[in-house]
């Protein structure tokens, strides 16, 4: 093999799931089919001007969040710092937190083809195949903004890998969609809103904007396609996936921390990570993490006692009455309003159908 094919570093993950090679071409959720006409219908591409405009002058060093929403901010650690030092620590804390993002995204890009492998139901395997392509344009996107605008890209985090690992080694198609449809594009949806929304530099704003579009997409596909398989669960089922969901949001609640960027920059580490747990800023921001989270989790029939209690003690629970996924697509302005129940998409039904 020409040595010039390969990454230089990578490993190979053991996968231990079937693929479902389908008898019949039976359309069984009419949703998954219209979610599949609309991602065709709004595909873009991340390499072309004015999408995004790859010209915009990015300064690294210039702020990227007020300085007072950095977890160490105003404490000696801060204080002692130079302005420069300061900046560059901006620096590295949005490559940090971007260079999760791409390889939360390369993670996505690998589920979501075992999901088209493995599902059984032609619609999703159909849909999914656009969220294959959706996924390699946002490691696309976030490998060049990290690596021609900031020029540094951390390793991932060892909580996220842990995870990433889990779900891409799980037998079952439906603890794929869970962790990855679910759980980390949940928290990344919520993660790239606070970007989107308050980041001052407007290049990476610009692509985690297009990023979202597509986003709310993939989170709504898991949402449709768990909400019926998951009314046939036994008990011991059920119990299994809400202890899945509760380990796996306490992790990543408090271990995804920017230990990395401390150590590099050769702070007190374990008194920066600490500060970065208890910091208010901080902890209100990883609260609403879980904003999609787990109005999702609770329309899939999964917001069980336990989980309940669970997501209590993380003080997340209070997001329950937000709308799920499914439900802001059905919304004005999410793209399936036409066919929200009561609705008129007669005419887009049989373009979907
Ligand atoms: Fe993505
Ligand atoms: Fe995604």
Same mark, same amino acid.
């Given at each position: 093999?020409?040595?010039?094919?390969?990454?230089?570093?990578?490993?190979?993950?053991?996968?231990?799931?079937?693929?479902?090679?389908?008898?019949?071409?039976?359309?069984?959720?009419?949703?998954?089919?219209?979610?599949?006409?609309?991602?065709?219908?709004?595909?873009?591409?991340?390499?072309?001007?004015?999408?995004?405009?790859?010209?915009?002058?990015?300064?690294?060093?210039?702020?990227?969040?007020?300085?007072?929403?950095?977890?160490?901010?105003?404490?000696?650690?801060?204080?002692?710092?130079?302005?420069?030092?300061?900046?560059?620590?901006?620096?590295?804390?949005?490559?940090?937190?971007?260079?999760?993002?791409?390889?939360?995204?390369?993670?996505?890009?690998?589920?979501?083809?075992?999901?088209?492998?493995?599902?059984?139901?032609?619609?999703?395997?159909?849909?999914?195949?656009?969220?294959?392509?959706?996924?390699?344009?946002?490691?696309?996107?976030?490998?060049?903004?990290?690596?021609?605008?900031?020029?540094?890209?951390?390793?991932?985090?060892? *909580?996220? @890998?842990?995870?990433?690992?889990? &779900?891409?080694?799980? =037998? $079952?198609?439906?603890?794929?969609? +869970?962790?990855?449809?679910?759980?980390?594009?949940?928290?990344?949806?919520?993660?790239?809103?606070?970007?989107?929304?308050?980041?001052?530099?407007?290049?990476?704003?610009?692509?985690?904007?297009?990023?979202?579009?597509?986003?709310?997409?993939?989170?709504?596909?898991?949402?449709?396609?768990?909400?019926?398989?998951?009314?046939?669960?036994?008990?011991? *089922?059920? @119990?299994?996936?809400?202890?899945? &969901?509760?380990?796996? =949001? $306490?992790?990543?609640?408090?271990? +995804?921390?920017?230990?990395?960027?401390?150590?590099?920059?050769?702070?007190?580490?374990?008194?920066?990570?600490?500060?970065?747990?208890?910091?208010?800023?901080?902890?209100?921001?990883?609260?609403?993490?879980?904003?999609?989270?787990?109005?999702?989790?609770?329309?899939?029939?999964?917001?069980?006692?336990?989980?309940?209690?669970?997501?209590?003690?993380?003080?997340?629970?209070?997001?329950?009455?937000?709308?799920?996924?499914?439900?802001?697509?059905?919304?004005?302005?999410?793209?399936?309003?036409?066919?929200?129940?009561?609705?008129?998409?007669?005419?887009?039904?049989?373009?979907?159908?």
């Amino acid at each position: 093999m020409a040595s010039d094919l390969v990454a230089k570093s990578f490993e190979s993950i053991e996968t231990t799931y079937n693929a479902a090679f389908l008898a019949d071409y039976e359309h069984l959720r009419g949703d998954l089919a219209r979610l599949y006409q609309l991602a065709k219908n709004n595909q873009w591409d991340g390499n072309n001007y004015p999408t995004i405009d790859w010209s915009t002058k990015v300064d690294p060093e210039k702020r990227f969040f007020p300085e007072e929403r950095a977890a160490i901010y105003g404490t000696k650690h801060w204080n002692k710092m130079t302005q420069k030092e300061r900046d560059r620590f901006g620096h590295e804390y949005m490559a940090w937190t971007l260079s999760q993002f791409l390889h939360g995204e390369q993670g996505a890009l690998l589920a979501t083809c075992q999901i088209v492998d493995a599902v059984p139901n032609i619609d999703a395997k159909l849909y999914g195949a656009t969220q294959v392509v959706d996924e390699a344009r946002h490691v696309e996107v976030y490998d060049r903004y990290l690596h021609q605008n900031l020029e540094i890209v951390y390793p991932v985090n060892p *909580e996220l @890998k842990s995870l990433l690992d889990q &779900i891409l080694t799980d =037998s $079952r198609w439906d603890m794929k969609y +869970l962790g990855m449809q679910s759980l980390v594009e949940g928290l990344a949806l919520a993660a790239f809103q606070m970007i989107r929304d308050t980041c001052e530099e407007p290049l990476i704003r610009e692509i985690t904007r297009m990023v979202m579009k597509d986003e709310t997409r993939h989170v709504a596909f898991g949402v449709l396609s768990l909400q019926d398989y998951y009314t046939q669960l036994s008990e011991s *089922e059920v @119990k299994e996936r809400v202890e899945f &969901i509760y380990e796996a =949001s $306490r992790l990543m609640r408090d271990r +995804l921390l920017g230990r990395d960027v401390y150590e590099k920059l050769g702070m007190d580490v374990d008194a920066c990570v600490e500060l970065e747990l208890h910091n208010e800023l901080q902890l209100q921001f990883r609260q609403i993490l879980f904003a999609k989270i787990v109005p999702n989790v609770k329309k899939l029939g999964l917001l069980t006692p336990d989980l309940r209690k669970g997501f209590e003690d993380l003080g997340v629970l209070e997001y329950e009455h937000l709308p799920s996924s499914e439900e802001e697509l059905y919304a004005p302005g999410g793209g399936l309003e036409d066919f929200a129940p009561g609705g008129n998409g007669e005419e887009a039904v049989q373009l979907a159908s």
